[in-house]
């Protein structure tokens, strides 16, 4: 369905309906930007903050529908099942380390060790019950350093109610959903606790895809005297089964080629446990200090079904690390923040072909092992940021953060371009090269500088500069292929410069941003498919997000961005200023919300993907899609409520994310229309009893 189409269709849904949710606070407050809570009004920079209100509304089996409310966003899901992509004020990005342009945590820890991200990430942490969401596009501020480089997203857990509450919720629909999720709190004098856990059990739209999936997440909290304390517990358990892509020109259109699995025996098991305590302690009325201590272990086994002779991948690695910093605040709103990041990994990876070679690249694929190696990561990041009251309209903040991240690599099979036994591979050479054991140091700075200005006690203008850096990661640098002995590689850097306004105006609110960045050393394979730097791009665009009130309980929001994603240079396939593949120029989300009450609640979204190409020299191109989706919400008694989602409600046949490669188009085929319906009971004990 194309916009034309859709307009008539929200007007209409308008009509019928008159009632709204209040989609933006007057005060906001946020909490990733200074690794603590500040007033939005006052940021230098642009942050997106999603509450639990609106994410129990929306109740997505995916962080797709989440994160389509943040302007800059787009998130591509695998057929159906846990995967995802990731765009963040930049293309969707893919390949070997490409995900360590955007740094995902939860309570402001990464949810992996610097050097192993994974590009599905998102899917270990539990999203599905978190009490907010927050995420930031372009560079991280100076607090978090390797991988904040396009954006990052930082989700919190809900925190302990203050009387007990106890909840279970059901929800089934198209392709087999199912999912329970249950909930428990209470709070005792100085001290919380809350409990959230669920299943997921789910086939998909393609044939012999699903996943069946398992969350739980602890927090308590105690205060007491001059110290907090926050301790998290978070579990993940994931057996997934992917879809495949489509071969062949616009083939996603037709329904019966979209439902097959060209992979039917693919899987994915993983496994991920992490654990934090935060202790703050006051030392004055100006001053706290905050150490966190956190422990984390994630456990990968999947098949690599793209690649063929049935090859396996095990990976995992386990972590510890510490984050200290020290907070001073003068009167006037002064404020002072230093600090330092320590993190130790180990990790280990295996790669190996259970079959027999079936490729025609002219390179060996041979039967065995083609990686079994370790790597332990040593990482240290002190860092300091001020932050200055110079009027009462003006603040001023800026700082600095200094990185060493150093790889200490041991291969556990014969170095070079042989096979898992030292032989040369005959006739072809062997496709896998492995380097011999060495260890490589990376340094980085990460300033930025920043300032807000409020035009009234409502209104802001913004402005920031913010340079953010990754190192190279684990499987970029050892994870060699053909003649390529060494991946003489360095850490991507991306300039960015922006500025922004934010506020309310009577029944109308916005936040929007202008930015440009340019990103130098750009790591990607060369024609010989080498692992090399020194690529360029340059990334411009502007931002939105919109509210306008039209009564207490009728609200229309719009949240979208207008792109231009570019190489900067010439190199190899790449030519300066042709469009990057996977970047849409236009990307939007409109709701229409209401809220009758506060017991009945309805959303009507349009999401719009607009026109990318395929390919670095711009030839092929995907058309784009319109989406519809529809969420309903109502509170039958204090303790009962049912809820409705219908999404793609014009079952639109699009491809959620498209390529051209090997010679061929290939589209990860889009979700076709689908209802959920759900009942949550809650209930409040007495506790006089």
């Known amino acids: 369905m194309r916009m034309s189409s859709a307009v008539p269709l929200l007007i209409f849904l308008a009509s019928q309906v008159v009632a709204a949710d209040d989609a933006f606070l007057m005060e906001p407050v946020v909490v990733t930007p200074a690794r603590g809570a500040g007033a939005l009004l006052d940021l230098a920079g642009n942050t997106a903050r999603m509450e639990s209100v609106e994410l129990e509304l929306i109740s997505s089996p995916h962080i797709d529908e989440v994160l389509a409310r943040v302007p800059g966003a787009w998130l591509t899901r695998s057929a159906g099942t846990a995967g995802h992509l990731t765009a963040l004020r930049s293309p969707s990005l893919n390949g070997p380390g490409a995900c360590g342009a955007f740094l995902f945590m939860e309570e402001g820890i990464p949810v992996s060790g610097r050097g192993f991200c994974n590009v599905n990430e998102l899917f270990s942490i539990n999203t599905e019950q978190a009490g907010a969401i927050e995420v930031m596009r372009g560079p991280g501020s100076a607090y978090y350093g390797s991988n904040a480089l396009h954006g990052l997203v930082n989700v919190f857990s809900k925190p302990p109610a203050r009387t007990p509450e106890y909840g279970v919720s059901l929800e089934a629909g198209s392709f087999d959903f199912k999912r329970i999720k249950v909930t428990g709190s209470d709070s005792r004098g100085d001290q919380g606790w809350r409990l959230s856990a669920l299943a997921t059990d789910s086939g998909a739209f393609q044939n012999h895809a699903g996943l069946q999936q398992q969350k739980l997440s602890f927090r308590h909290d105690l205060a007491r005297s001059d110290d907090r304390v926050k301790t998290l517990v978070s579990l993940m358990n994931l057996r997934d089964s992917p879809g495949s892509f489509v071969q062949g020109f616009e083939n996603y259109r037709d329904r ?399 491809a959620d994310r498209a390529d051209f490669a090997f010679g061929e188009y290939r589209y990860f085929i889009g979700q076709p229309r689908a209802f959920i319906v759900g009942v949550q009971a809650m209930f409040q004990p007495d506790k006089s009893r």
């Open 256 to 654: 019966t080629l979209s439902r097959q699995n060209g992979k039917p025996a693919a899987y994915r098991d993983a496994l991920s446990l992490r654990g934090a305590v935060e202790w703050q302690h006051y030392l004055n009325e100006q001053s706290s200090l905050r150490l966190t201590p956190y422990v984390r272990r994630n456990d990968m086994d999947f098949s690599m079904h793209w690649l063929p002779g049935n090859v396996i991948e095990k990976n995992a690695h386990a972590s510890g690390g510490l984050q200290t910093a020290f907070e001073y605040e003068w009167a006037g709103g002064h404020r002072l923040l230093a600090g330092a990041d320590l993190e130790l990994t180990h990790g280990d990876l295996e790669e190996i072909q259970a079959g027999p070679d079936n490729s025609v690249s002219g390179f060996r694929r041979y039967q065995g092992k083609h990686y079994d190696y370790d790597v332990d990561v040593l990482m240290v990041g002190p860092f300091v940021h001020a932050e200055r009251q110079l009027t009462p309209q003006l603040r001023m903040s800026g700082g600095v953060r200094y990185d060493l991240t150093q790889y200490d690599y041991i291969n556990n099979l014969p170095a070079g371009n042989v096979d898992d036994r030292g032989r040369a591979c005959m006739p072809n050479p062997c496709l896998y090269n492995r380097p011999s054991d060495r260890e490589d140091v990376f340094r980085n700075f990460s300033p930025q500088l920043g300032a807000s200005y409020r035009l009234t006690p409502t209104q802001s203008l913004y402005a920031k500069l913010a340079r953010g850096f990754r190192a190279p990661q684990t499987s970029e640098l050892y994870r060699l292929q053909r003649g390529q002995q060494v991946a003489d590689i360095d850490s991507e850097r991306l300039d960015s410069a922006e500025i922004g306004a934010r506020g309310v105006i009577g029944s109308f609110q916005y936040d929007t941003a202008l930015f440009i960045m340019r990103k130098k050393n750009f790591i990607f394979p060369d024609s010989n498919f080498f692992m090399i730097d020194g690529g360029r791009t340059r990334h411009s665009g502007i931002e939105a997000e919109l509210v306008y009130q039209f009564m207490p309980s009728l609200a229309l929001s719009f949240n979208g961005s207008y792109a231009a994603h570019k190489f900067a240079a010439d190199q190899g396939v790449m030519e300066e200023g042709k469009d990057i593949p996977q970047a849409p120029q236009v990307i939007t989300a409109t709701r229409l919300n209401w809220a009758i009450r506060d017991a009945h609640r309805a959303e009507l979204e349009w999401v719009h993907v607009g026109p990318y190409y395929l390919d670095e020299a711009n030839q092929r191109r995907y058309t784009g899609h319109d989406l519809l989706h529809l969420r309903l919400a109502s509170r039958l008694t204090s303790q009962l409520e049912v809820s409705a989602r219908l999404t793609n409600l014009t079952d639109e046949k699009y």
